[in-house]
């Protein structure tokens, strides 16, 4: 079974400054791995994903995350957030293999400040 | 990218009735979708796997007789919250896959006085 342990659950940062979200997982097998945002009261939106090749990749709003094997790591980064950043942040992990269902991290709760 | 739309979006029903929320795939076909459930500050939890034209799987602990998944057909798929309780009241999401990428309602949000 795959598990998703989100490190944080709540990251305030001041407008303009980086920020990174981090993400650990747990899995026997090779696994695709995303980060999702979600802004109160509706579903969630894919910021990037990491299925293979470049461990580091780059996704929407600015964002970026970089797999790290060794470290069973995928955290996300921004260098310069904004207001419209403030949101909640998932990991998630699936496999290669079977029905393919998402396991999500506890979701981190990330707050920009002026 | 691939668009899945819920409805509706805000329900609220009396304890003890039923509450249906339908799933769709808008411009795909979906032979499988997940509907998940968000209590508030928490993560989401995968209910149930939904398979057009078969049983769905549900996830340890749900109950499939008080959560009932039909999905007949490639486009749709409904959940059934039967004789409501206030403790169903929560946020339900479903999704789709298409090409390798899981692509999400805009959730339900279910609130049972």
């Known amino acids: 079974a795959q598990s998703v342990t989100q490190l944080d659950s709540q990251v305030p940062v001041f407008e303009e400054a980086p920020v990174e979200l981090r993400c650990n997982y747990s899995s026997s097998v090779s696994v695709y791995l995303f980060w999702y945002v979600q802004y109160p009261n509706q579903g969630l939106q894919l910021l990037l994903k990491?299925?293979?090749?470049?461990?580091l990749v780059k996704g929407i709003n600015g964002f970026e995350a970089e797999f790290n094997k060794s470290q069973t790591s995928f955290h996300l980064r921004k260098p310069s957030v904004h207001i419209s950043d403030t949101a909640e942040y998932f990991c998630a992990v699936t496999t290669l293999q079977g029905a393919q269902k998402l396991v999500f991290g506890q979701g981190t709760r990330l707050t920009i400040n002026p | 990218g691939a668009v899945v739309s819920q409805h509706p979006s805000r329900v609220i029903c009396k304890s003890g009735t039923s509450v249906k929320i339908e799933c769709r795939s808008l411009?795909?076909?979906?032979?499988?979708m997940f509907w998940y459930r968000q209590f508030p500050k928490q993560s989401l939890m995968l209910m149930a796997t939904?398979?057009?034209?078969?049983?769905?799987?549900?996830e340890q602990g749900v109950e499939k007789d008080k959560f009932l998944i039909n999905h007949a057909s490639l486009t749709l798929s409904t959940l059934t919250v039967t004789s409501a309780h206030p403790e169903d009241s929560s946020f339900y999401i479903c999704s789709a896959r298409a090409g390798g990428e899981a692509f999400f309602g805009q959730g339900t949000r279910l609130t049972v006085v």
């Open positions: 411009d795909f076909q979906a032979t499988t």
């Open positions: 990491y299925l293979s090749g470049s461990t």
């Open positions: 939904s398979n057009e034209g078969s049983k769905a799987t549900y």
